[in-house]
C-alpha cells in the first residue's frame, strides 16, 4: 500500500436504540450507528444513525462526490439520520443507497419513503437533490462497487433480518457485525466465515453475558460472546460497538477494562476514533 492509499474506519456513532448525548456519554459518545470507511479515495458509509449529521457536515466543504451508504438493517436507529445528511440535498453530488435485507417483502426506496411520510415527516425523500440510487440485493451477495474493493455480506440474527459486510481492500479485511444475537448452544458459523481472519470486527455488544438473560430475543450480543467469535475466527481486532443508550462512559470503562484482560487488543468504539488495519 502506499502512502497515498487509506483503508480506515471512523465511528461517527457507536450507540444503540436511540441517541443519548449528554455529560454522561461525552468520552464515548451518545448518537446512534454510523461507520466511514475510506478506501483509497473511495468513501464507503455503513449505516444512517444520527452520527451520520456530523459526518455529512464534514463532507460539505469538499464539494460535490460520490458516496455509497450500506445499511445494516433499517430499524429507526440506523435510518433516522438520513433526513438530515446534508449531501444529499446538494445538487451534484451521487449518493448510492444499498440494504440486503428487505427483499422480496420490502424494497428500501418503499421503506425510506414510509420513514419520511406525513404525519411522521414534514418532507419526503423527492426532496433530496443529489442524485439517489436505490440498490436492493440479496444478502449473502459480494458487491464489488469500484476495481479494488470487494464487499461480503451474510445474515445476522435479528428481527427483520440484518446484514453484516466485509469490506476488503489491498489484502486487508475490516468487519461490521452489528445488530446480532448469538446462539447459546453454538457459535454462529455464517458469521465465522464472514470474519474469519480479518484485522478488525466491530461486533454488537449491546449487553453483558450477566445483562443479556433479560434481553433474550431483541436481537443482541454481549461483548464475551464478541471475545469468543473473535478466538473462533481467528480475527487480529475485536472492536465493542452499539453501546446500550443505559451504559454511561464509567460503565464502558469497566468493560474495555475487562475486555481487555480477556483479549488483549480488544477496543470499545468511540465517536471521533478512526482505525487502520
Not at 135 to 154: A, F, H, Q, S, W
Not at 179 to 200: C, N, Q, S, W
Request: overall charge negative; aromatic content about 10%.
Amino acid at each position: 500500500m502506499t502512502e497515498q492509499q487509506e483503508f480506515s474506519v471512523t465511528f461517527w456513532g457507536v450507540r444503540g436504540s436511540i441517541a443519548c448525548p449528554g455529560p454522561e456519554t461525552i468520552r464515548y459518545g451518545g448518537d446512534t450507528s454510523c461507520l466511514e470507511v475510506m478506501c483509497g479515495d473511495r468513501r464507503f458509509i455503513f449505516d444512517a444513525g444520527t452520527g451520520l449529521r456530523k459526518l455529512g457536515n464534514k463532507l460539505v466543504p469538499m464539494g460535490p462526490g460520490e458516496t455509497d451508504l450500506f445499511f445494516t438493517h433499517t430499524h429507526f436507529d440506523h435510518v433516522c439520520g438520513l433526513p438530515f445528511f446534508v449531501p444529499m440535498f446538494i445538487p451534484g453530488n451521487k449518493v448510492r443507497l444499498w440494504a440486503g435485507h428487505l427483499l422480496p417483502e420490502h424494497n428500501l426506496r418503499q421503506v425510506l419513503v414510509e420513514m419520511m411520510m406525513a404525519p411522521l415527516f414534514p418532507v419526503p425523500p423527492e426532496i433530496f437533490q443529489a442524485e439517489v440510487s436505490y440498490n436492493d440485493y440479496e444478502c449473502g451477495k459480494v458487491l464489488t462497487p469500484y476495481p479494488g474493493v470487494t464487499i461480503r455480506t451474510g445474515p445476522l440474527n435479528h428481527p427483520n433480518r440484518a446484514t453484516g459486510y466485509r469490506v476488503e481492500y489491498d489484502g486487508k479485511a475490516i468487519c461490521y457485525i452489528t445488530d446480532t444475537e448469538h446462539f447459546e448452544d453454538h457459535i454462529d458459523d455464517k458469521v465465522v466465515a464472514l470474519v474469519r481472519g480479518a484485522d478488525i470486527v466491530i461486533y454488537d455488544a449491546t449487553y453483558t453475558d450477566e445483562e443479556y438473560p433479560k434481553f433474550k430475543g431483541f436481537g443482541h450480543s454481549t461483548w464475551q460472546e464478541g471475545v469468543k467469535l473473535a478466538d473462533a475466527a481467528d480475527v487480529k481486532t475485536l472492536v465493542i460497538f452499539h453501546h446500550d443508550p443505559n451504559h454511561n462512559d464509567e460503565f464502558m470503562d469497566e468493560v474495555a477494562k475487562q475486555a481487555e484482560a480477556m483479549r488483549p487488543g480488544t477496543l470499545v468504539a468511540r465517536e471521533g476514533l478512526t482505525l487502520r488495519p
